[in-house]
């Protein structure tokens, strides 16, 4: 009898404790990684020693660290324009520019946002003249900017997960489905989420397209500062003049072009809770002197999968 006491108890110990340990998997996650030099513009040499990660809260491993340099620099770029933008007329021109001086392997498209899509209006291509010779830029009524960029993260135009996928949205920051001056914005938190899962770093760049006659005073004031939410939570920049439109988009170019050129792929581990999901990222970045940018979420899959 007391045997099969023993044996009971036993069965039960395994039956709880399995369920237990099959909910803790390890998961794997990536991230693009700015790190700019405060004091001067030589490219700042940060190796893997130099970085660690929390995700979520726990201690993450890293197991890659990699900067994106010459032909592995895997750049893939859509610089995304509200259709209602308007009295574009000189930055059209540096828009251009822009997309003509990234580097002979980069992948670089036009898109407009359009009725809560993003329409491709050039080909992905790295030949960028041709990506501006077919642009075709059309104005229309003002869409819901976040709402076009999820539905860019959806269907972006590769398939290469190992690119650095990178957005440029002209947009004034807008919501019109929002409510007042809630910037807890749905519809900005399911955009992000779409973006960290498709591993899209986003910069914003500010250009009111409507009046307050198109909406309230607060909702037209509060673009900017969820447009800074949207850039902060994917590892981008948000571009704000600060009063009205920029008269030139350039020195948001040129420093754009100086965070492209000082890129790095992190790639980690983690211990998995539960399904994949978006998580928190903290990084620290040893080094002096030193401006690191990182995405504040990213995306954790199980290890083996995306």
Not at 214 to 227: F, Q
């Amino acid at each position: 009898m007391k045997g099969t006491g023993f044996s009971a108890v036993l069965a039960v110990v395994v039956f709880v404790a399995a369920p237990y340990a099959s909910a803790q998997s390890t998961g794997q996650g990536r991230a693009v990684i700015t790190i700019l030099s405060k004091h001067s513009e030589v490219s700042p040499n940060v190796v893997e020693q130099d970085v660690s990660a929390k995700v979520n809260g726990k201690d993450a491993v890293v197991t890659a660290w990699e900067p994106f340099k010459g032909a592995d620099d895997a750049l893939e770029l859509v610089v995304m324009i509200d259709a209602g933008a308007r009295n574009l007329g000189p930055q059209l021109n540096e828009i251009t520019s822009f997309i003509q001086s990234q580097g002979p392997h980069a992948k670089t498209a036009i898109a407009i946002m359009r009725n809560g899509h993003a329409v491709l209006v050039s080909p992905f291509s790295t030949n960028h003249n041709e990506v501006m010779s077919e642009s075709q830029f059309t104005s229309g009524p003002a869409t819901n900017p976040y709402f076009s960029l999820s539905d860019l993260a959806q269907h972006w135009p590769s398939q290469d997960r190992n690119a650095r996928r990178e957005v440029v949205m002209l947009s004034d920051g807008v919501d019109p489905e929002a409510q007042g001056s809630n910037l807890d914005d749905p519809y900005v938190q399911s955009a992000v989420n779409d973006s960290v899962h498709a591993g899209l770093v986003v910069y914003t760049l500010y250009w009111l397209n409507r009046t307050e006659r198109d909406g309230s005073a607060i909702t037209v004031n509060n673009g900017p500062s969820l447009l800074s939410e949207l850039s902060q939570s994917t590892g981008g920049y948000s571009y704000w003049s600060g009063s009205g439109n920029p008269t030139s988009f350039k020195p948001f170019f040129d420093d754009l072009e100086r965070r492209i050129a000082n890129q790095y792929a992190l790639e980690f581990t983690t211990r998995l809770d539960r399904k994949p999901a978006v998580e928190s990222l903290k990084l620290k970045v040893e080094g002096l002197g030193l401006l690191v940018t990182a995405p504040q979420q990213v995306y954790v899959g199980h290890s083996g999968t995306e």
